[in-house]
């Protein structure tokens, strides 16, 4: 493996490598080329292989990539062969939604726990969790050990709620609350807005 | 305004900035600066004058931008000061919580019509939607001239529902279902899927 730090874009790329070859491989697909790849997902052939290539050897020209090894690696490199627990913040119709998805399993997640500020929402039960009191976010969190956080509250609480969660040891927060949060260097902020994606293609529609 | 074609990068940050914008705006703020947008959204002053110089003028060196005046060239730019209708495909959780969301309001966007598979879901209520058979999308999306969908069907379904709405006539698609989508060119597809962005992030965590 290079030493250089690799290129963010690159990065960006490589969770969406992983999901299509882990779909290959369920459906039972052994080996895959950057051609074969490159028609799944919309990537140039050539991008792929300059991106694999920042990782050192993942496949011999002509006999094509091993996708059980690439995954393997894949998840090495995106550090998702761990499982990282995650704490859920804002039990509204969305925090409800990502509390019973399924699709976290076997992705390197497990959503840990759950916390609301509403006194009607603590104690209650969504799937396997009791809705935690957001009061009691950094003890429980610090105590967990949980680096990862999904924020779903409103807008106007997410910028205090997430200075919390850095209180308490998280290192990465999805923030789906359609505001830019204002944190320390060293916190990785990751963005959900469908509105911003709906403008982006909006801009390229005929009207 | 000039006449090269403005590169996706540039327009992917517009939305960026009119939420902020909007924002600034909503908390009584009637002009600021490339530095002050910067501050707020993490963009480089830099950039952000230089993407705002696409578009011709602006501001005035000195004296600052109007913000209701850019809030509404970038709506005209982003020609989301139309009222786009949405379909929403998909009523699991998810697709519950998104017909449930209230943001889409005076961003540019309303859900006009809900579909499901499901018999034991067609015809409920969710809010203001009755959720319509999606055997019936074609000639609903048809006549009600919707070019816009959210997609929340599991990712087993997601090809064939966006080959669906494309022969609908529907041409940008937010996809929710943790698949890509190989659609005919000119179709315009976004994708929201946490687990990619949760990846992307623990790359760089501390384990």
Chains 1, 2 share one sequence.
């Not at 299509?20 to 140039?44: E, F, N, P, V, Y």
């Not at 050539?46 to 991106?51: E, L, S, T, V, Y």
């Not at 496949?59 to 761990?82: C, D, H, M, R, W």
């Not at 976010?137 to 610090?142: D, E, L, N």
Request: glycine share 8%; proline share 5%; net charge neutral.
């Amino acid at each position: 493996m290079k030493l250089e730090p690799i290129p963010d874009i690159v990065v960006s790329r490589l969770p969406r490598y992983l999901q299509s070859l882990q779909r290959m491989h369920q459906a039972g697909q052994l080996t895959t080329s950057s051609q074969d790849l490159s028609s799944k997902i919309g990537i140039s052939a050539a991008q792929i292989r300059k991106d694999f290539s920042q990782f050192g050897e993942f496949g011999k020209q002509g006999t094509g990539y091993s996708i059980p090894f690439l995954i393997e690696q894949l998840e090495a490199i995106l550090k998702v062969n761990l499982v990282w627990e995650i704490a859920l913040v804002g039990i509204g119709d969305l925090g409800h939604a990502i509390a019973r998805y399924q699709g976290f399993t076997n992705q390197g997640f497990k959503i840990s726990a759950v916390f609301d500020n509403d006194p009607a929402r603590i104690g209650t039960k969504i799937g396997d969790f009791v809705v935690q009191d957001s009061a009691q976010m950094i003890p429980i969190i610090q105590r967990m050990g949980i680096k990862v956080a999904m924020l779903t509250v409103p807008a106007s609480a997410a910028q205090g709620v997430a200075e919390t969660l850095v209180n308490a040891g998280v290192t990465a927060i999805l923030n789906y609350a359609p505001v830019v949060l204002n944190l320390p260097p060293g916190i990785r902020v990751e963005y959900i807005d469908p509105i911003i994606q709906l403008q982006h293609m909006t801009f390229y529609l005929q009207s």
